[in-house]
């Protein structure tokens, strides 16, 4: 690893620390996975290189659990998908996209692509910051707030949205939204 990425990551790791957001939707993932049975499609499942674990949520779920990883990176060894482009049709019961949206330019397209990969009645869950330092820069383009959220997932049946922090401050939001 170079100097480059490990002070990228001793940051995000600071901050996850601090803001607590991480743990916070983790904690989220490990109630919806507790007596979860379909399909699992993770968007950003993230870099191995500091372990298996250190942004997939899989080890939530049981082992038979179809659960697909993703990536736009090649070289973080998941599946590769970019989530502005994809194609994927009512295939997944559940897509998952944790701290993923704040990275994608094209945001309006990314959501979307979620809604069209959901099964009627399917579930997507969200996290994005709020209050929370730049990082993976360049690519750190959005901060949102609840209304963004609800104007983007305007098409999906229903929306919950989840305050980590105080609402009108919030570290981050996670987002429940039904197809």
């Known amino acids: 690893m170079d100097v480059r ?3 990228a990551a001793v940051l995000r790791r600071g901050a996850g620390r601090l803001l607590g957001t991480r743990r916070w939707t983790d904690a989220r993932v490990a109630e919806i996975a507790t007596d979860f049975g379909g399909t699992v499609l993770e968007i ?13 949520v899989r080890r939530f779920f049981d082992p038979t659990v179809e659960f697909v990883q993703s990536d736009a990176n090649p070289a973080f060894g998941h ?16 897509v998952i996209c944790l701290y993923v949206l704040e990275h994608v330019y094209d945001v309006p397209a990314a959501v979307a692509n979620l809604h069209r990969a959901l099964r009627p009645g399917g579930r997507l869950l969200v996290a994005v910051p709020h ?3 730049y990082h993976d820069e360049p690519g750190d383009f959005w901060r949102f707030t609840e209304h963004a959220i609800r104007r ?12 980590r922090g105080v609402r009108r401050l919030p570290k981050g939001l996670y987002v429940i939204a039904t197809r």
């Open 5 to 7: 990425s490990l002070a």
């Open 44 to 56: 950003g499942s993230g870099r191995q290189d500091f372990g298996a674990e250190a942004y997939s």
């Open 79 to 94: 599946r590769v998908v970019d989530v502005t482009a994809m194609d994927l049709d009512a295939e997944f019961d559940l």
């Open 131 to 133: 209050v929370y330092p």
């Open 152 to 163: 983007l997932f305007e098409e999906f049946t229903d929306v919950e949205i989840h305050h």
